[in-house]
């Protein structure tokens, strides 16, 4: 980044930046946006294929939320989860990447 576009970064910014960064920081939490940017899902589907209580799920599911990495719409009684953009998704990938790299 460049020192001036560095500087013009506003405290509220910043502390959103850090707040994903921790989202981030939970294995939990990436595996159930790694599994969100492969298909929409509910909380039940989400609990089964990750093999984790629903409440973990809702929990975690929450704090995603309240940060906007994910969106939620629902359908009769069901809520159905997915990625609120690509820019999260950009990011993982990218980490993931480099956690890979030997």
Do not use: W
């Amino acid at each position: 980044m460049e020192k001036q576009h560095m500087e013009s970064l506003h405290e509220e910014t910043l502390q959103t930046a850090a707040q994903i960064f921790k989202a981030l920081s939970e294995p939990t939490r990436i595996k159930i946006l790694h599994l969100l940017y492969q298909k929409e899902c509910s909380v039940n589907e989400i609990s089964k294929t990750l093999d984790m209580l629903q409440s973990t799920v809702s929990h975690q599911l929450r704090f995603l939320k309240q940060l906007r990495l994910i969106k939620s719409r629902r359908d009769g009684t069901t809520i159905y989860y997915s990625p609120d953009d690509d820019h999260v998704l950009n990011l993982l990938e990218q980490t993931l990447k480099h956690a890979q790299h030997n």
